[in-house]
């Protein structure tokens, strides 16, 4: 960890437009909360800078992917419990230090309502979950009923953008990225349809035997 934070001491000291330091935190274990204490250590050191001005004249912005992982979790020893609150902190208060949050999940119902609230812009994808729509309902700065009701209806790479600077909210088509993300979904029939063709060649030799 003293690594990972002189490495974030140095990104938040060294003058520059352009700079992305990715942390992939992919190989930590779940045992233990390992992941969530590192990615709140990580969100408290960021804090920290912030409030010594070391992000006022050259803003950041903060990434967390499957934030839901992180956010909103709860720590525990035998005696006590402790809250790993420092990304709720940055997005209540990042902003005047320069330091701002990006957050994605697939679990709107999993971040906390708190952090939710301070969000000025969405990007929403397809959405099947009730619980997911309604919060994303009371979250959206401009919305109503019939979008949130078209959520489950949007295809692959639309979304509904929702912003303060918006006055309506807005359907687009994303363009498909130029590197293409391992995420495609495997066809379950392709899988039953060659599990099949085995099945009946083990059939044809056991009748031939």
Same mark, same amino acid.
């Given at each position: 960890m003293q /690594?990972? +934070?002189?490495?974030?001491?140095?990104?938040?000291?060294?003058? /520059?437009?352009?700079?992305l330091f990715y942390i992939n935190l992919s190989n930590l274990p779940f045992s233990f909360d390992i992941r969530e204490v590192v990615a709140n250590s990580i969100g408290k050191? $960021?804090?920290? +800078?912030?409030? #010594? /001005?070391? +992000?006022?004249?050259?803003? %950041?912005? $903060?990434?967390? =992917?499957?934030?839901? #992982? *992180?956010?909103?979790?709860? %720590?525990?020893? =035998? *005696?006590?419990? *402790?809250?790993?609150?420092?990304? =709720?902190?940055?997005?209540?208060?990042g902003r005047k230090y320069g330091l701002f949050l990006c957050i994605t999940t697939q679990r709107p119902r999993d971040i906390p309502s708190g952090t939710l609230s301070q969000v000025g812009t969405f990007i929403v994808h397809r959405l099947i979950n009730q619980k997911d729509k309604e919060i994303i309902l009371n979250a959206l700065p401009t919305s109503n009923k019939d979008i949130i009701n078209y959520l489950s209806e949007l295809g692959q790479g639309e979304v509904i953008i929702s912003s303060t600077d918006i006055k309506i909210p807005l359907l687009l088509k994303v363009n498909e990225p130029i590197i293409s993300p391992d995420s495609v979904t495997p066809v379950f029939t392709e899988y039953?349809?060659?599990? #099949?063709?085995i099945e009946l060649e083990n059939d044809e030799r056991l009748l031939k035997i």
């Open positions: /690594g990972l +934070f002189l490495c974030l001491e140095i990104l938040s000291s060294t003058t /520059g437009n352009k700079k050191k $960021m804090l920290h +800078f912030a409030r #010594q /001005g070391e +992000f006022k004249k050259h803003p %950041v912005v $903060m990434v967390i =992917d499957e934030a839901h #992982q *992180f956010l909103n979790k709860t %720590v525990s020893n =035998d *005696f006590e419990s *402790f809250k790993l609150e420092a990304f =709720d902190y940055i997005a209540k208060e039953v349809k060659e599990n #099949q063709h």
